[in-house]
T-cell receptor, first 108, second 110 residues
Framework: RKEVEQDPGPFNVPEGATVAFNCTYS??????FFWYRQDCRKEPKLLMS???SGNEDGRFTAQLNRASQYISLLIRDSKLSDSATYLC?????????FGDGTTLTVKP | DAGVIQSPRHEVTEMGQEVTLRCKPI?????LFWYRQTMMRGLELLIY????????DSGMPEDRFSAKMPNASFSTLKIQPSEPRDSAVYFC????????FGPGTRLTVL
């Protein structure tokens, strides 16, 4: 079993839709959690950190459930520019493990 | 800050040749990471350093791979001898729990 698992998708949604990505992790000692975004043929870029209390950044909301070892990312009012691969990342003692990513395509 | 700098951006070489990838991390970052990304295996951590000291190299695939960090502003990843299966994008990142990636080196071994 992989340490970090994501639904690979692809998710194809129309502009304006709400879409949710899920991620599970196996190591209960994990300390920090993130979502990264990677555009085609580019490097991953930090999108947002994830906290147990949940956090929101504009149209993006991230949530962490430590008991279930589950992380989510919600994107509201999808834009064409949101099309990318979203990577779930789990970190412990300085070492990060990346999920394989979920691909999102937002269509006009 | 210019961000993480990697060179070369593209490298095409023949099997058996030595390949050296270079990275300049963001100034002030204590951690430096080397990753490899392929379609088949995704993004894999190869090795990471803390304050120039290698902490975990368990992801280095085999003895053909080596990495050094002689000072806080420079690191290298060397493959000797290279093989076609080493073809991938190699990323360097710096930071801590939040990581900032360089643009990557796209390596093709023929």
């Amino acid at each position: 079993r992989k340490e970090v698992e994501q639904d690979p998708g692809p998710f194809n949604v129309p502009e304006g839709a709400t879409v949710a990505f899920n991620c599970t992790y196996s190591n209960s000692a994990s300390q920090s959690f993130f979502w990264y975004r990677q555009d085609c043929r580019k490097e991953p870029k930090l999108l947002m950190s994830v906290y147990s209390s949940g956090n929101e950044d504009g149209r993006f909301t991230a949530q962490l459930n430590r008991a279930s070892q589950y992380i989510s990312l919600l994107i509201r009012d999808s834009k064409l520019s949101d099309s990318a691969t979203y990577l779930c990342v789990v970190s412990r003692s300085g070492k990060s493990t990346f999920g394989d990513g979920t691909t999102l395509t937002v269509k006009p | 800050d210019a961000g993480v700098i990697q060179s070369p951006r593209h490298e095409v070489t023949e099997m058996g040749q030595e390949v050296t990838l270079r990275c300049k991390p963001i100034s002030g970052h204590d951690y430096l990471f080397w990753y490899r990304q392929t379609m088949m295996r995704g993004l894999e951590l190869l090795i990471y350093f803390n304050n120039n000291v290698p902490i975990d190299d368990s992801g280095m695939p085999e003895d053909r791979f080596s990495a050094k960090m002689p000072n806080a502003s420079f690191s290298t990843l060397k493959i000797q001898p290279s093989e076609p299966r080493d073809s991938a994008v190699y990323f360097c990142a710096s930071g801590g729990s939040e990581q900032f990636f360089g643009p990557g080196t796209r390596l093709t071994v023929l």
